[in-house]
């Protein structure tokens, strides 16, 4: 098992990672010493959310589970009245707690839920797949989807503490589990040449689900991810670097209806990145092959997802995250380095996306 402690401006929190990690839940939820507790999850993790059950008894504290339908659809305002009307069931006040078992889905309502739940409640996090360890539960964002948009409401909310318990990811469908590793490269390219290497060298190991070889890299990503968080916990700044591969990503989502999964998304998205900055001379041909030939190791193929290139330049126009109607761009400078605010020609980046798209 693996220790980190995280900085945050409510104070600082434990992230434990490893497996068999019942003991450790039960001995941090019984220093959080709640006056309730409430289990919150999906269909899917809720296997899981019986064992955080079953240990969390063993403290002495009796709790119940909430488990909304899975899916992205279940991160709405309907579920979040859902799961608010069970806190109130459960009678959790101010001192209680919420423990939210499972994908980033369920950790995002969940998280929401704490915050607004009697002006905000304290909030486990206990992910159960590779992308909520790796990200999602990592920074604190919380939210539902408007109905236009993803992620339109919602709150920053720190954890008392995550937990990730690596043996729940034995159950994870291969899509899923092999989706998440886009975000591993994303970290790995753009901040840790370390993490970079791990990954060349164990990508077999990886994606036979290998757990002590998946428990250093989930490690190295919350580190990489916590340490831009602590910079910019507002998301005002630095903590941009994180939306490598996202601006081409989000656009391509956006423009196939979301056929296409948020990983290969990412994948397409750093693709697209890297061209653009060797174009640009902003890094060498090596960065792109290397990048290339790793996403390739990680079953994260450059298999052309069918989209329309116009609609695809015409969305990366549109990205949120442009300031002043330019959109900035995260740039490769080399494998485990990437530079935040780059604008692009308009003329360059409809030449590498229609490529791409070729
Ligand atoms: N808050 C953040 O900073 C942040 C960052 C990235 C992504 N997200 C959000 O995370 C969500 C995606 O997260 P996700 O990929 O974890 O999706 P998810 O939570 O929908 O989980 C994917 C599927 O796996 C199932 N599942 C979960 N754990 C399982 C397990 N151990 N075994 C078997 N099945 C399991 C789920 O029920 C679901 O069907 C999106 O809503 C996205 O917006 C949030
Ligand atoms: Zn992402």
């Known amino acids: 098992m693996v220790r980190l402690i995280l900085d945050s401006s409510s104070g600082g929190y434990p992230v434990l990672i490893g497996t068999d990690l019942g003991r450790e839940l039960r001995d941090i939820v019984t220093r959080l010493n709640p006056t309730g507790a409430a ?32 899916g992205e659809r279940s991160k709405s305002m309907h579920q979040l009245e859902g799961v608010l009307g069970f806190l109130e069931r459960q009678e ?67 954890p008392s503490a995550v937990v990730s318990d690596l043996e729940a990811l034995e159950t994870l469908p291969a899509p899923n589990f092999r989706d998440a590793f886009a975000e591993v490269v994303k970290y790995a390219v753009a901040m840790d040449r370390g993490l970079f290497d791990l990954l060349q060298r164990n990508a077999p190991r990886l994606l036979e689900r290998d757990l002590s070889m998946l428990e250093r890299v989930v490690f190295r990503c919350v580190a990489a991810k916590a340490l831009v968080v602590a910079k910019d916990e507002r998301d005002r700044g630095p903590r ?33 990145a890297a061209r653009i900055a060797l174009s640009l ?78």
């Not at 999906?42 to 488990?67: E, F």
């Not at 369920?106 to 929401?112: K, N, R, S, T, Y």
């Not at 607004?116 to 790796?134: H, I, K």
């Open 92 to 158: 959790i006040d101010r001192g209680g707690c919420v423990i939210a078992v499972g994908g980033g889905t369920v950790g995002d309502l969940a998280g929401f839920a704490a915050a607004v739940w009697q002006r905000g409640v304290r909030l486990v996090a206990v992910p159960t797949t590779l992308l909520a360890m790796v990200d999602s539960s990592i920074g604190g964002k919380t939210g539902v989807n408007g109905r236009r948009a993803k992620n339109a409401v919602g709150a920053f909310w720190q």
């Open 39 to 70: 289990i919150v999850t999906d269909g899917n993790a809720r296997p899981h959310a019986n064992k955080v059950a079953k240990a969390i008894k063993r403290a002495g504290l009796k709790t119940t589970i909430y488990a909304m339908p899975a």
């Open 240 to 272: 941009a670097i994180l939306n490598y591969g996202h601006t081409a990503g989000h656009a391509l989502e956006a423009a196939t209806g979301f056929r296409v999964s948020h990983g290969r998304a990412v994948a397409f998205g750093m693709r697209v």
């Open 281 to 358: 001379e902003l890094c060498s041909r090596r960065t792109v092959d290397s990048q290339d030939a790793l996403l390739e190791a990680l079953e994260l193929p450059d298999t052309h997802p069918r989209a329309e290139p116009d609609r695809v330049i015409a969305t990366i126009a549109l990205d949120k995250k442009a300031r002043r109607g330019k959109v900035a761009w995260v740039m490769p400078r080399r494998i485990g380095h990437a530079e935040i605010g780059h604008t692009v020609p308009a003329a360059l980046v409809r030449r590498v996306v229609t490529r791409a798209l070729a």
